[in-house]
């Protein structure tokens, strides 16, 4: 009789395991936009049906000639989850992000340019733990370049060609690990 009142005590007061998109947890790790170029450390907030997030990234770039720069990235992105599973989310959102690109020319003078990207699209999750996920999107790229204009692509949008390289339609990907 002990043994049966122990396990039925145990069985009543355990709750339930949940894995993937649990509610009000936090995601540390990083991610990398659709448009090639920003991305970085990323810290994502999970509210259960939803989650957004944000990243920052530093680039220093040395070149053969001996010149050094520093690009900068940082962005945020929200996704409605329309479908979820104890391992797995699908997501309708996007994100924007902001990458300023410093260039230093043969007569070692700089510049800076600056992008402005909206990116929509959809984002699947896979929890690989119970609290590791694997991110995926996919969508389009809207960039802006400095006052040079719009374009609309998919790949390294700007970089001064103002236009898409690549694909239309092109994809994202991060890794998170979520406290909760």
């Not at 770039?61 to 699908?90: C, E, I, K, P, W």
């Not at 959809?122 to 694997?134: E, K």
Request: aromatic share 12%.
């Amino acid at each position: 009789m002990m043994k049966t009142t122990t396990l039925l005590v145990l069985a009543l007061a355990s709750t339930p395991a949940f894995a993937g998109g649990q509610e009000d947890s936090l995601g540390v790790g990083a991610e990398y936009m659709m448009n090639g170029l920003s991305g970085g450390a990323s810290v994502n907030y999970d509210l259960g049906k939803m989650h957004f997030g944000g990243f920052l990234g530093f680039f220093d770039n040395g070149d053969a000639m001996g010149s050094d720069t520093t690009d900068y990235t940082l962005g945020a992105r929200f996704f409605y989850h329309v479908h979820s599973t104890a391992m797995s989310d699908f997501g309708i959102g996007g994100a924007l992000g902001f990458y300023s690109d410093e260039i230093r020319n043969m007569a070692n003078d700089t510049n800076r340019d600056t992008y402005l990207y909206l990116e929509p699209g959809v984002q699947i999750r896979a929890f690989v733990a119970a609290n590791v996920a694997l991110s995926f999107g996919v969508g389009i790229v809207i960039a802006a370049q400095d006052d040079d204009g719009l374009a609309i692509g998919g790949g390294l949008v700007g970089r001064g060609q103002n236009q898409g390289v690549g694909g239309f339609v092109t994809g994202s990907a991060g890794i998170h690990y979520y406290f909760f």
